[in-house]
């Protein structure tokens, strides 16, 4: 059964660093064409995807937010951590994380994490 | 970036009408397409994955069209669980795109 869980600071303040973890079971991320990515979703807005890394470690942000964001794996301990610098109360909403199965590109994020939310205010 | 956009925004409709939802890309996506439903303060849940392929235990009332740039979720019968947020998302190349959502009401 392949499940994954958020885990990070529910509270933060303007400026600080976000890190926040995503521990999985359930498959291994050192499977070429696998991936986890992050997504996140502001109070009553739309999804944002911001991020994935794959099973060869390639790693791909999203433009607008690209020079924040910081994504890495560790296959021993079956994490990924994604870091976003300086945060702003913009930033404030609910993280997911997700599984996409080999190849990522075809399969679509088929397994989500529960969400994590996080405030940004000081 | 692929711009991804959904229409209707929203819509009303009444248990066992049959819903379509459009997505359009940009630029041609080829079949790169998966759909999602949200239901409020839970995960997404992919239900349709390469424009047309329906995710193992998703309910067959769903069906997935298009190819290139349009795109359409279908719900041939609504079922009141199905009174949701739905996202259309591009995995055709990175950054991975979602649309905008569609919020399916109760009349």
């Known amino acids: 059964q392949v499940t994954l869980r958020e885990s990070g600071p529910a509270l933060v303040k303007p400026t600080q660093t976000l890190t926040l973890t995503c521990s999985f079971s359930?498959?291994?991320?050192?499977?070429?064409?696998?991936?986890v990515s992050w997504i996140r979703q502001p109070p009553g807005k739309a999804l944002e995807w911001l991020s994935l890394?794959?099973?060869?470690?390639?790693?791909y942000y999203t433009t607008s937010l690209k020079t924040r964001l910081t994504i890495s794996k560790d296959t021993s301990k079956n994490q990924v951590v994604l870091t976003m610098t300086n945060m702003d109360p913009v930033d404030t909403g609910t993280y997911y994380c997700?599984?996409?199965?080999?190849?990522?590109?075809?399969?679509?994020?088929?397994?989500w994490g529960q969400g994590t939310t996080v405030t940004v205010s000081s | 970036d692929i711009q991804m956009t959904q229409s209707p925004s929203s819509l009303s409709a009444s248990v066992g009408d049959r819903v379509s939802i459009a997505c359009r890309a940009s630029?041609?996506?080829?079949?790169?397409l998966n759909w999602y439903k949200q239901k409020p303060g839970k995960a997404p849940e992919l239900l349709i994955y390469?424009?047309?392929s329906l995710q193992s235990g998703v309910p067959s009332r769903f069906s997935g069209s298009g190819s290139g740039r349009d795109f359409t979720l279908t719900i041939s019968s609504l079922q009141p669980e199905d009174f949701a947020t739905y996202y259309c998302?591009?995995?055709?190349?990175?950054?991975?795109?979602f649309g905008q959502g569609t919020k399916v009401e109760m009349k």
């Open positions: 390469f424009a047309s």
């Open positions: 359930g498959f291994s991320l050192d499977t070429s064409g696998m991936c």
């Open positions: 998302q591009q995995t055709f190349s990175t950054p991975w795109t």
């Open positions: 630029q041609s996506i080829t079949a790169y």
């Open positions: 890394i794959d099973g060869d470690d390639d790693k």
């Open positions: 997700a599984r996409s199965r080999t190849p990522y590109y075809y399969y679509g994020m088929d397994v």
